[in-house]
């Protein structure tokens, strides 16, 4: 019979001071890419964990949480429009249209100018929405890029849904998936 272990109760948590923000937000930045606001809201969830725990006071941790990202931003630690732009090429890369590219930044915080700039990027890159739709169908063997050919025919209603699930449109799903083959596109 296996034995029922105890958990030990959670300790609570520190108050969250000024330098203890800070650590947080360089120990976020050393595991992950992140924009200011994204480090924002882990800095404010550690807030009102504390604040929920009565160790802290939440005006007083926004106002630290701002102060950091301040400081964050001057040592140029965070940098909206390099994470935008890095985001939006590895986005492209997985075969996202523009317009899901620009949607996925606005959740992660990115607004305004750097996500011009991180659509100006991917021009710059050659990456169109007719690269990402190939890049989409090839990663999901979908349309030409599909090995059997009976079921290709059969499932090309779902193949046509796949890609509009993905933010593709309806012309530039058929172009790709009514592709003989692969080298008929060019790309892939």
Same mark, same amino acid.
């Given at each position: ?9 959670r300790?609570?948590p520190?108050?969250? %001071? ?7 937000? +360089?120990?976020?930045?050393?595991r992950?890419a992140?924009?200011?606001?994204g480090?924002?809201r882990v +800095?404010m @969830?550690? =807030?009102? /964990?504390?604040?929920r725990?009565?160790v802290?006071?939440k ?5 630290d =949480? ?6 964050? +931003?001057a040592? &140029?630690? =965070?940098?909206d #429009?390099?994470f ?6 590895s986005?492209a890369?997985?075969? +996202?249209? /523009?317009s899901?590219?620009?949607?996925r930044?606005k959740?992660k915080g990115?607004?305004?100018d750097?996500v ?5 990027a991917l021009d710059?890159?050659g990456i #169109?929405? /007719?690269t990402?739709?190939?890049l989409?169908? &090839?990663? &999901? @063997?979908?349309?030409p890029f599909? %090995?059997?050919?009976? =079921?290709? &025919?059969d499932?090309r ?5 796949a890609?509009a ?5 309806? %012309?530039?799903a /058929?172009?790709?998936?009514d ?10």
């Open positions: 019979m296996a034995e029922q272990r105890q958990m030990k109760p300790q609570p520190k108050p969250p %001071t000024q330098e203890r923000l800070e650590k947080a937000a +360089l120990h976020y930045l050393e992950y992140a924009s200011s606001e480090v924002r +800095l @969830r550690k =807030v009102e /964990r504390a604040a725990a009565g802290g006071d005006a007083q941790g926004a106002a =949480v701002a102060a950091v990202i301040d400081k964050l +931003l040592r &140029k630690l =965070v940098d #429009s390099v935008a732009e890095g985001r939006a090429l986005l890369r997985r075969g +996202l249209p /523009r899901q590219i620009v949607q930044l959740i990115v607004e305004g750097e011009e700039k991180a659509l100006a710059e890159a #169109s929405d /007719r990402a739709a190939i989409f169908a &090839k990663r &999901k @063997r979908l349309g599909c %090995t059997n050919a009976a =079921v290709r &025919k499932q209603l779902r193949h046509m849904a890609m699930r993905a933010g593709f449109d309806g %012309t530039l /058929r172009m790709v998936l592709a003989p083959n692969p080298e008929a596109l060019g790309e892939g």
